[in-house]
């Protein structure tokens, strides 16, 4: 007998990108419909389950070496934080291991529970801020590097100044990867050039890129200001100032801006013995670079509205709705019928209170 849910909510994200109260019906993996409900509904908030682009690994799993019971953790640990659908993503590493981390995220997405949508490659194809990658394993992107990635790999993350770079980005595009730029020197003009070679993505923008200045606009300032780009933010306040996000959100607009976690698995020692550690609430090196994230993505949302002062209806569609259509997903990241069920219901202060995944609570 296929199953039957009925959610109710006092806030419910509608397809319009409003919230207003309302009930979503469920049948089977499926959105059957959306209807207006009573403002006396649940004190609850009702949203279509979270995507992100990007994340490393969480508390003791790293993506780049997890295997087995590995992923089932993983699973928990992202429906926890109500994030249904992702892209494992793999840092600048020999081409060995990139390899052997693709393979196994291959064999992950059959038995995962959440959706697996393939590799997010940040790096090797990097530039002259690298951040906490090792910048001595980055190399360019040439015809036979590309030619060597498999189908796996749905995002590219490379720095437009490499040599080949805007060739490598019109290919790229061209097999239907999402390219984003970052970890980038660019100058406005280059930034530029690899928006028209393809590129529809900026890699958690204002960090490890050329910032804003009022006569050098660099990268941050053609994210800001070209509208077939999107930019991903980690909104945990340590990455970018609470003021900063309030004025990104603000120049991106609700289509733009994507809320990612770039989480890592800062609680294990197999991160090549690099010395990572929580240092006041963010995982850093030993000299103190920033090395990804603590954060989850309802903490990214409580981010934005609290602490920036982003309306709540803008901040769950970046963690959700802009995200599903960088990738193509029509068929999620909108509550609306005929969609696959994946939703994320969240409590009056902002924190996961049950997730569906295909019509299933977790």
């Not at 490659?121 to 990658?133: C, D, K, T, V």
């Not at 020692?269 to 990572?276: H, K, P, T």
Request: aromatic residues 2%; negative net charge.
């Amino acid at each position: 007998m296929t199953e039957r849910t009925t959610l109710s909510a006092r806030r419910v994200l509608w397809p319009d990108g409003r919230l207003a109260p309302g009930t979503v019906h469920v049948v089977g993996d499926r959105i059957e419909a959306v209807e207006p409900a009573s403002p006396d509904a649940p004190d609850l908030v009702i949203a279509p389950g979270f995507v992100d682009l990007q994340v490393n690994g969480i508390d003791d799993i790293d993506v780049a070496v997890a295997d087995g019971a590995d992923w089932d953790r993983l699973d928990e640990l992202l429906l926890a934080q109500g994030t249904t659908t992702w892209c494992p993503t793999i840092v600048t590493s020999p081409p060995a291991a990139r390899d052997a981390a693709i393979a196994r995220v291959a064999r992950a997405r059959a038995a995962a529970r959440t959706t697996i949508v393939g590799v997010h490659l940040e790096g090797p194809f990097l530039g002259s801020r690298p951040g906490a990658h090792r910048a001595e394993w980055f190399v360019d992107p040439t015809p036979d590097r590309l030619a060597a990635l498999t189908d796996e790999v749905r995002i590219v993350t490379l720095a437009p100044e490499r040599p080949g770079a805007l060739e490598a980005i019109a290919s790229l595009a061209g097999r239907g990867v999402l390219v984003a730029l970052g970890h980038s020197g660019a100058d406005h003009d280059l930034a530029v050039a690899a928006v028209d070679a393809g590129a529809r993505l900026v890699t958690h923008g204002f960090n490890a890129m050329s910032g804003l200045h009022h006569r050098e606009p660099g990268l941050v300032g053609v994210a800001l200001a070209d509208e077939r780009l999107c930019t991903s933010l980690i909104a945990d306040g340590i990455h970018v100032h609470p003021t900063v996000l309030a004025i990104a959100v603000r120049a991106l607009g609700a289509d733009r801006c994507v809320l990612v976690t770039d989480a890592v698995a800062w609680r294990t020692d197999r991160l090549a013995g690099r010395g990572i550690a929580l240092v006041d609430g963010a995982p850093r090196l030993p000299d103190g670079t920033l090395a990804g994230s603590a954060l989850t993505m309802d903490g990214a949302i409580r981010t934005l509205v609290e602490r920036a002062g982003v309306e709540l209806a803008v901040a769950l569609r970046a963690a959700s709705t802009t995200p599903a259509r960088l990738l193509g997903l029509d068929d999620r990241g909108v509550l609306r019928a005929g969609a696959r069920a994946d939703i994320a219901v969240l409590d009056a202060t902002l924190h996961v209170a049950d997730v569906l995944v295909a019509g299933r609570a977790r």
